[in-house]
């Protein structure tokens, strides 16, 4: 079993940015493959990104195309911390954020896919 915790949302204006941590416990992360999911109000969840396990090809990564080139998913090398680091944000990325992880497999975009979830962590960007 793998517990997850995120950190790092908050409150930023159009444009700004902001890094997302998630730390693992119970479990290295290094086997499991991680994503970040999204779920605004009223609406349903929704993937943003995904990176592999570390034996996946090199660590492949895989993103929502409403987040592409603004963010970027990332391990640290001890492997148990993932960040999501978020650029150029837009009122459209205020959600609540949550980290997934699935043990092995491939980066996939679909949030059923995963099997492990954190609380989440609120990500508010006003215009």
């Known amino acids: 079993q793998v517990q997850l915790v995120e950190s790092g949302g908050g409150s930023v204006q159009a444009g700004g940015s902001l890094r997302l941590s998630c730390a693992a416990s119970g479990r290295t992360l290094s086997s499991y493959t991680m994503a970040w999911v999204r779920q605004a109000p009223g609406k349903e969840r929704e993937f943003v990104a995904a990176l592999s396990w570390t034996g996946w090809t090199g660590g492949a990564t895989n993103y929502a195309s409403s987040v592409k080139g603004r963010f970027t998913i990332s391990r640290v090398i001890d492997g148990n911390t993932v960040y999501l680091q978020m650029n150029s944000l837009k009122p459209e990325d205020t959600a609540v954020y949550y980290c997934?992880?699935?043990?092995?497999?491939?980066?996939?975009?679909?949030?059923?896919?995963?099997?492990?979830w954190g609380q989440g962590t609120q990500v508010t960007v006003s215009s």
């Open positions: 997934a992880a699935t043990y092995l497999g491939a980066p996939h975009g679909q949030s059923s896919d995963y099997n492990y």
